[in-house]
């Protein structure tokens, strides 16, 4: 499988693989489409941010398109193309321009220049940057020490970050606090702390 988008999604089973790709001049979701370049274009696919939690790329994307762990091949791109075409971003101005210098994300809305890989693990924006034959190798690793993890734990995490980055500092405390207490009372918060005890490996009833 070359040239796409795969995301893992946490759900009430633990993790869902899944594949996403984009066709520019249709502007829908298919899994089978392909951009005119012959690359994966990854554009307006919105899921909940809070389910995502990892993905990969090989090939072209059109902008950060997931929250999560990001694992890029060295051969992957990021474009915010739109002042070519006539058109303004949606995802650079409310995303991009958030994650990175406003400066340097107007240059590439304004130029609409790719990002190189190693550009945007420079930046922070990807938290991996290997061989296009790693890439499965290396996700697959990731993914495997986030299944040995509580899945309520990595979902309340999420929800925890997610829901008070824009909230004064104490706040965000007293969220993140109400968050923790919430998980305290499940089955699986005890069975960690018992299993740390015990010294053995936990088994997860996620809930």
């Known amino acids: 499988m070359t040239k796409l988008t795969k995301q893992f999604e946490l759900n009430d089973v633990g993790l869902r693989k899944i594949c996403i790709k984009h066709q520019l001049r249709q502007c829908a979701p298919s899994c089978q489409s392909e951009s005119p370049r012959g690359d994966s274009v990854l554009g307006r696919y919105v899921l909940d941010a809070l389910k995502i939690t990892a993905w990969w ?11 999560g762990i990001r694992i ?13 075409i006539g058109l303004c971003s949606i995802g650079g101005p409310s995303t991009l321009a958030r ?28 938290n991996h940057v290997v061989p296009d034959a790693d890439l499965e190798r290396v996700t ?56 740390f005890v015990e010294k053995r490996r936990p088994v997860w009833e996620r809930k």
């Open 72 to 84: 890029l091949s060295e051969t992957s791109r990021w474009g915010w193309p739109h002042a070519k």
């Open 99 to 126: 994650m990175i210098p406003v400066n340097l994300a107007l240059e590439f809305m304004f130029t609409g220049d790719f990002m190189p890989a190693a550009r945007a693990l420079q930046l922070g924006l990807a």
């Open 57 to 67: 790329q090989r090939g072209f994307a059109l902008g950060v398109a997931a929250h």
């Open 140 to 195: 697959d690793e990731i993914v495997a020490k986030l299944l040995a993890n509580a899945p309520l734990s990595i979902a309340a995490t999420k929800k925890s970050v997610f829901t008070t980055q824009h909230l004064p500092y104490g706040e965000a405390v007293a969220k993140a606090h109400e968050i923790l207490d919430e998980l305290m009372i499940s089955s699986d918060a005890m069975e960690g702390m018992r299993a």
